[in-house]
């Protein structure tokens, strides 16, 4: 990012050009502070208001800014003439006034949006005026890398020479809304910020001034550039990290350090109270043993990564929920129950699975999604037919899908419970509940069993008989 206070001799400004928008004439101008540029345009009217606000409040000279011209102002000849001569007046007003650095000429020049100070005395203003609107609506705000960098850069800083003396500016007001923030989401992105040659990806930032967020969001930028996690780890209970291109769960985990090894962690990199962790849209391969700096996690999300195992999920003693959908599952270890004993709910939908067996001994299970799969097999089913807890089941988008009397197969394994289970986000029919109880009697006729009711199988046998 810019910074004039430090860069007030290498400033450049230039108006290399024109553009003309609905018969408005804009002039173009490059502002270069060391090595940051942006471009802002203005119209010749804009230059005047501001022009007389100098005059009036600075002392500027009356007649150094090009005059207006009413006829023939959109001869090209003459555009050029006013282009050149409004570039000698930036320039001469900047080198007047850049110690002082009134904020009509800041705002002018969009240093609101670009300069580290500027950009933080801009937030200040909005936080003074709304501050406290904002938190009685949500206690949620969206910041970007670039503000997020100004305030850590601004941190580093004793109070400024062109720090302003009005109340409504002073940075306080921004560490204040911070601190009373308890749902944070940082949006980045990999393209330059607005017309500047800034990359808000490639912008380092610290959060310690969240005192109280225990929401965050991380999207669109890389973790590895957060330096100081302040005390995030002992308040946040949600944490999302998505499209971040992130490998392994070991480069959030202990994302403040170097050398990210998971040997080389200590209670100051454990997560204290995450219980929903969302690392969807991702790179992820495995999970790595990094998980246990998560310990109290209820609720993983991990869709549309490379997974292609369930790994050291072992580490995590209150996990009930698990997302893996969009993964490379082709299958599933025997010992699935080993691994996920207590499980409640399953998403493994959009994968390649063609195979039900592995969920066989999950006896806390309450949902389960292998839709979009590759389960061609209406036998797959009896593998989960069994399980005493189970009540939501998808299939939807496999080839199983497509045979005739799909529903009333699926739900068939079930016996007994055919009635409590929602098959593809729909209850059954008391037809499909009919149909199910006739096929279960013919089966137990065909095994020679003798079939015993109870009042547990009403829901099953409770067609009415027609009157003749």
């Known amino acids: 990012m810019a910074c004039l206070l430090l860069n007030q001799e290498n400033v450049h400004l ?40 100098f005059v009036s409040k600075y ?43 009134p904020r009509e000429l800041a705002l002018f020049l969009d240093l609101h949006e670009y300069d580290i100070y500027f950009l933080v005395q801009s937030m200040a203003l909005e936080f003074f005026v709304t501050g406290d609107t904002l938190l009685q609506a949500s206690t949620s705000y969206k910041f970007n890398p670039v ?5 850590s850069e601004r941190l580093k800083q004793p109070c400024p020479l062109l720090e302003v003396v009005d109340k409504e500016y002073a940075f306080s007001h921004v560490l204040d809304f911070n601190s009373r923030l308890t749902s944070l989401t940082i949006e980045g992105s990999s393209e330059p910020y607005k017309t500047s040659n800034i990359y808000p990806s490639a912008l380092s930032i610290e959060l310690s001034t969240f005192k109280n967020v225990q929401h965050l969001t991380i999207d669109r930028y ?54 929903h962790l969302d690392l969807s849209d991702n790179r992820i391969e495995v999970i790595d043993e990094a998980i246990k700096l998560l310990p109290q996690i209820e609720c993983l999300t991990l869709n549309n990564n490379h997974l292609s195992e369930i790994s050291n999920v072992t580490l995590l003693p209150r996990l009930s929920q698990l997302y893996l959908a969009s993964n490379n599952f082709t299958h599933l270890p025997d010992d699935l129950h080993t691994r996920l ?46 399980l005493p807890c189970l009540e939501n ?69 409770s067609a009415e008989v027609p009157s003749i």
């Open 341 to 386: 004993g207590y499980i409640v709910y399953i998403d493994l939908s959009q994968n390649k699975l063609t195979s039900l067996a592995s969920f066989s001994k999950l006896y806390s299970l309450e949902g389960l999604d292998v839709s979009c799969n590759r389960i061609e097999k209406i036998e797959e089913v009896k593998h989960i037919g069994h």
């Open 147 to 151: 503000q997020l960098y100004a305030i």
């Open 222 to 275: 890389p973790v590895d550039k957060i330096y100081n996690m302040g005390n995030l780890r002992d308040t946040a209970s949600t944490l999302k990290v998505t499209n971040t291109k992130l490998r392994n769960i070991v480069e959030l985990a202990m994302c403040e350090e170097v050398h990210k090894n998971i040997e080389n962690a200590n209670d100051s990199h454990v997560w204290m109270k995450v219980t």
């Open 14 to 53: 230039k108006i290399p050009s024109v553009d003309t928008v609905d018969g408005v004439t804009y002039y173009c101008i490059e502002v270069a502070i060391a090595s940051i540029k942006w471009t802002v345009k203005h119209r010749y009217s804009t230059f005047a208001a501001l022009h007389d606000s």
């Open 393 to 461: 089941l998808r299939l939807t988008g496999n080839p199983v899908s497509t045979i005739v009397d799909y529903r009333v197969k699926v739900l068939e394994p079930f016996g007994k419970r055919a009635a409590d289970i929602c098959l593809d986000n729909e209850k059954p029919n008391q037809k499909e509940l009919d149909t199910v109880s006739v096929h279960q009697a013919l089966r137990i006729a065909r095994e020679g069993k003798s079939p015993s009711f109870t009042a547990s199988d009403a829901p099953l046998f």
């Open 59 to 101: 002392c500027v000279e009356k007649d150094i800014l090009p005059p207006k011209k009413l006829i023939g102002n959109k001869c090209e000849v003459f555009v050029e003439k006013r282009r050149q001569s409004l570039e000698i007046y930036l320039n001469a007003v900047y080198n007047y006034l850049k110690k002082a650095m």
